[in-house]
């Protein structure tokens, strides 16, 4: 099991070190000059030269890429051309929102498609899998940033069920100030018991979480059907029937386990689309995350930051995958037995 | 037993009496795992329809509701398949779907695990095998378990569906020994469906012969082995190899 | 004891098979995407017929008809500066499409041979092209996209060209799947002893095995695609004023959004409906396409 642990970590750090590879080949394509950015519009061409050396831009490609590979764990991740901050400072206190906001994300996922998956695949064929069908193909046919305007002009501004934008109420500052503990508005307030703050983060949290889970539901409910429709005809499922299980038992926990493997690969894979997704809708919510960050950054060809991000993202993704594989070899014996 | 309108099973008469072994010989092909199926009242899985009469000691089984049909597998009717790998869901240990089952037909859980472990020590397993997961064990053994499992709900009937195809001889020769086994000692019937004759005429009292879902012959074993009247019967007799010796 | 008398009785009506004239009825999903497909390809088509006013798809400003609701005379309403927005929605049906149409043909034009060669070849070869395919699908494909959109000047091309880039290693993984999976198989063992050269094996084996997989991913991905390329023109990275991109559309709407809903709606309205139709028609096709076709219970 710790071999298969390791050996998938390995491969991960692999793949992590040929992305930020790429980016770094990508960025310095790229015309534009980084230095005179720093360096402001009025700066003179002394300035732009110390700029320059100052950021290490004057150092020979192989170099520049060594330093950096190097300075990623020591915690110097770069200086954000823009900002003129440290590039991980600048992440770290973006993430934690939009990581929330994808957490939250899978989380509806996951309690809407599996059952959903289930309930289609019980009777393929009839309307309530066609229904659901047509349902999570709508799912992943959604123009995000659309829906987002959608709902948030109907259920905020219109019927005024839900609040329209950010992440809690600001007047709750005053009244209950939300004290840090994770980074995690939610979760903060949940830990620190400040219930009327934990109130708002929640239904703040609604509108942008649903937005961003449609794909990823509509997804998880194909996929459950699929899997189960993959192995239905298979002998053990006739024998647990043989043996007088009901068919409750027999989709919902028998078949169920052995499509979780590929649900959760699945979960992996859109994990990383879903975090991405969370930046264009961050703008239309007024969500305090990495997105107007990454957006702020590419538009300004701020290379540091951008392979922050990009980083950042690679890391989140790889992270991700190694818990699914952890899942998986959970579930399924046949992985970690071989 | 059709599948919309094409008949695929049309049994005249197959009967199995108490502590008896019937054989249900026949190609592949010739229906006759559908025939597990439909006493099952699991026809309606692959898509088939059943009509006419199956009785289990003169109780009707067609047409009854699904709740009933639920509680009378295992229980009085229980089934074992071809192949004994492919039998048991490979992400859940081997005895998981026994437990699950016996406490669904009301056993507390510590019977139920009484029960299971005693049927494994029945047909010669230990019962720690029940903690493993079917990619662990053999053929062999799974099919054991399978049968343990019957036997541990107290099955009255067992239908076994080509049991011994996919096995070893030697490992077949156990299993057969067993089915004889819980004959004597449980009084359990056994419907032994396959296409080897040579098991057939080994195990069973009397055997039916089934050409194309129908039943063409029936009688007892040593008649119908010694002296077919059916000309398919005769044809499958004749393609056993037989080894013989030369004196 | 067991009994089965049997008395045979009439059994009722079979369900639908896929390939009798019941097709329609149980197929109703693969049907209506095909149909709108169709319809939005034959839209696209007929833009310059069909739109009532095909200026409007262009740089013609109507200073008087500012933002106007949907009426008899302007079914979608009008922008912000007076443009009928059904004409530009329209005319947007022929951009979408089309940058998938290119996305795609890029994609399967770099993943054809690769995967080929990876799956055919094997060996090294095959461990270098997965490693690099590996790296790329690792980049969320979305911020790739992104940077890459951002780092060319804004245009339909170089949306073309950034999704493109992160498109192709998915048919590099396909294509070698299915050329290593019939490449394995005994009869192209005897094609090689028979001497037919490499290139035969190829193009009247390999190749014919991997195109219906190939159909079913590309008009998978048609949908997909547009999401893409909407999702970047909204973020202005693509289409720029005055092309009638929907995404575009929707992006220069927002501000006027809480008071002039049809600016944004029905553009993205056209997103979702063509993304639909297109993973309907790719969902059904698949389907069609299975081997497996018999559904059991």
């Given amino acids: 099991m710790t071999r298969y642990l390791a050996r998938r970590l390995a491969l991960a750090a692999g793949v992590v070190a040929g992305v930020v590879l790429l980016t770094f080949l990508i960025a310095h394509a790229v015309p534009g000059n980084p230095a005179a950015s720093w360096a402001g519009p009025h700066a003179s061409p002394a300035q732009v030269a110390a700029a320059a050396k100052y950021l290490g831009l004057d150092r020979p490609l192989p170099v520049q890429i060594a330093k950096y590979f190097a300075g990623i764990f020591t915690g110097n991740w770069g200086l954000s051309i823009h900002t003129h901050q440290s590039v991980l400072s600048n992440i770290a206190t973006a993430a934690p929102a939009s990581l929330e906001l994808v957490i ?89 018991g400040n219930w009327p703050m934990l109130g708002s983060t929640l239904s703040h949290l609604i509108l942008p979480a649903v937005v961003v889970a449609a794909y990823p539901a509509g997804l998880i409910s194909r996929m459950v059907r699929a899997q189960i429709l993959d192995t239905v005809g298979e002998t053990h499922v006739q024998m647990a029937r043989a043996l007088g299980l009901p068919e409750r038992d027999v989709f919902g926990r028998y078949l169920m386990k052995l499509a979780w493997s590929p649900v959760s690969a699945a979960i992996a894979l859109v994990f990383g689309y879903s975090l991405v997704n969370t930046f264009l809708v961050e703008s239309i919510f007024d969500w305090p995350g990495l997105g107007s960050y990454a957006v702020a950054s590419i538009g300004t060809l701020d290379t540091p930051a951008i392979l922050g991000v990009t980083l950042f993202v690679a890391i989140a993704y790889v992270i991700a995958n190694l818990i699914v594989d952890i899942v998986q070899a959970v579930i399924d014996p046949r992985i970690r037995l071989r | 037993m059709r599948f919309g309108a094409r008949a695929v099973v049309d049994l ?70 071809q192949s004994p790998s492919m039998a048991f869901n490979p992400v859940f240990r081997v005895g998981d779907v026994a437990l699950r089952a016996l406490r669904r037909h009301g056993l507390t859980g510590s019977e139920a695990t009484d029960r299971v472990d005693q049927a494994m020590r029945g047909v010669l397993l230990s019962p720690d095998l029940l903690r493993r997961y079917p990619s662990q064990l053999s053929g062999g053994q799974l099919q054991r378990v399978a049968i343990a499992l019957a036997v541990a709900l107290r099955a009255e009937v067992l239908l076994a569906d080509e049991p011994t195809s996919a096995l070893d001889v030697t490992v077949q020769a156990e299993v057969l020994e067993l089915l004889r086994e819980l004959r004597s000692r449980d009084g359990m019937s056994v419907l032994f469906i396959s296409h080897d004759l040579a098991v057939i005429a080994e195990l069973c009292d009397r055997v039916a012969v089934m050409q194309s879902g129908s039943i063409v012959e029936q009688g007892p074993a040593g008649q119908i082995m010694s002296a077919p009247e059916h000309p398919y019967t005769a044809d499958l007799l004749a393609s056993v190899p037989v080894i013989e010796r030369r004196a | 004891m067991i009994e089965i008398p049997e008395a045979p009785a009439p059994a009722p009506a079979p369900a639908a098979a896929l390939r009798t004239r019941g097709w329609l009825r149980s197929n109703p999903l693969l049907a209506a995407g095909g149909a709108v497909s169709a319809l939005i390809v034959l839209a696209a088509v007929l833009a310059p017929l069909i739109a009532p006013d095909p200026g409007d798809a262009g740089s013609a400003t109507h200073p008087f008809s500012v933002l106007k609701p949907p009426s008899a005379q302007h079914w979608f309403g009008t922008d912000q500066v007076g443009r009928d927005i059904l004409s530009r929605v329209i005319y947007g049906a022929r951009i979408s ?201």
């Fill in chain 1, 104 to 192: 939250a994300a899978l989380i509806i996922a996951l309690a809407v498609g599996v059952p959903a998956g289930l309930v289609s695949a019980r009777r393929p064929g009839r309307p309530a899998d066609q229904a659901i069908r047509a349902g999570s193909i709508l799912g992943v046919s959604m123009p995000i940033f659309w829906m987002a305007l959608i709902l948030q002009l109907v259920f905020a501004q219109r019927l005024h069920v839900l609040p329209v934008a950010g992440e809690y109420s600001p007047s709750l500052l005053f009244t209950n100030p939300l004290t840090k503990v994770t980074g995690f508005p939610v979760l903060d307030a949940l830990f620190t």
């Fill in chain 3, 97 to 297: 499409p089309l940058v998938a149409l290119f996305v795609l043909l890029i994609a399967c034009a770099i993943g054809i041979p690769l995967g080929i060669a990876a799956g055919y070849f094997g060996g090294w070869l095959d461990d270098v092209i997965m490693r690099l395919t590996d790296i790329v699908l690792a980049f969320p494909a979305l911020l790739l996209a992104l940077a890459l959109a951002a780092l060319l000047p804004p245009s339909m091309t170089s949306l073309t060209i950034a999704i493109s880039a992160t498109w192709w290693p998915w048919y590099v993984r396909l294509i070698r799947g299915q050329a290593a999976s019939v490449a394995g198989r005994p009869y192209i063992e005897s094609c090689r002893a028979l001497g037919i050269s490499r290139r035969r094996i190829i193009f009247r084996h390999i190749l014919p095995n991997a195109i219906t997989p190939l159909i079913v991913q590309v008009s998978l991905d048609v949908g997909g695609v547009i999401l893409t390329a909407s999702a970047l023109s909204f973020l202005g990275l693509g289409a720029q004023d005055p092309t009638p991109d929907w995404g575009l559309m929707v992006s220069e709407g927002q501000t006027y959004f809480t008071t002039d809903w049809w600016v944004v709606t029905f553009p993205g309205l056209a997103i979702l409906i063509t993304a639909f139709a297109f993973n309907l028609l790719g969902d059904g096709l698949r389907d069609l396409l299975d081997p497996r076709r018999v559904i059991l219970r």
């Fill in chain 2, 12 to 81: 005249d008469h197959l009967g199995v009496d108490d502590g008896e072994i019937v054989g249900l010989a026949g190609e592949s092909g010739s229906g006759k795992s559908m025939t597990t199926l439909a006493v099952l009242g699991l026809a309606n899985t692959v898509g088939a329809t059943v009509a006419g009469s199956i009785k289990l000691d003169g109780t009707e089984l067609v047409g009854l509701p699904e709740k009933v049909l639920i509680g009378l597998r295992g229980s009085r009717i229980a089934a074992i398949f």
